[in-house]
């Protein structure tokens, strides 16, 4: 399977904004789940949102209304748009893929996933 690569990452002040890319070459909106997941030093891996075959999408609580995921279909690309940035969304930011069941809980467990993106917020 080709490998998902991530960019977009960075660093920026607590109320910034980022976006991550996810290219996605190979896989599928019809056939693969989606979604981000994130892990800071000594945490677990922490789903972030997952997007549906059908489109639909899912947040944790934690980021939801203050992070957007999307894809461009016609060229096989995830995004993350992430506004209202805090400290405690520092962590490396991974996409990933799958073809099982669709819930942002599970997109860390997804089967493909790329090398990560850092994204670091200050206060």
């Known amino acids: 399977q080709v490998p998902l690569v991530e960019s977009g990452g960075g660093s920026v002040q607590a109320g910034g904004s980022l976006r991550l890319s996810c290219a996605a070459s190979?896989?599928?909106?019809?056939?693969?789940?989606m979604g981000w997941f994130r892990q800071a030093p000594g945490k677990e891996r922490e789903g972030v949102a997952g997007?549906?075959?059908?489109?639909?999408?899912m947040y944790a609580n934690s980021v939801k209304d203050r992070f957007t995921i999307s894809r461009d279909n016609a060229n096989d690309i995830l995004y993350l748009q992430m506004n209202s940035l805090k400290p405690e969304d520092t962590a490396m930011y991974y996409c990933?893929?799958?073809?099982?069941?669709?819930?942002?809980?599970?997109?860390?467990?997804?089967?493909?996933w790329g090398q990560g993106t850092q994204v670091t917020v200050s206060s």
């Open positions: 990933a893929a799958d073809l099982g069941y669709c819930d942002y809980e599970r997109v860390p467990f997804y089967n493909y």
């Open positions: 997007i549906d075959r059908d489109g639909s999408t």
């Open positions: 190979g896989y599928s909106a019809t056939t693969y789940c």
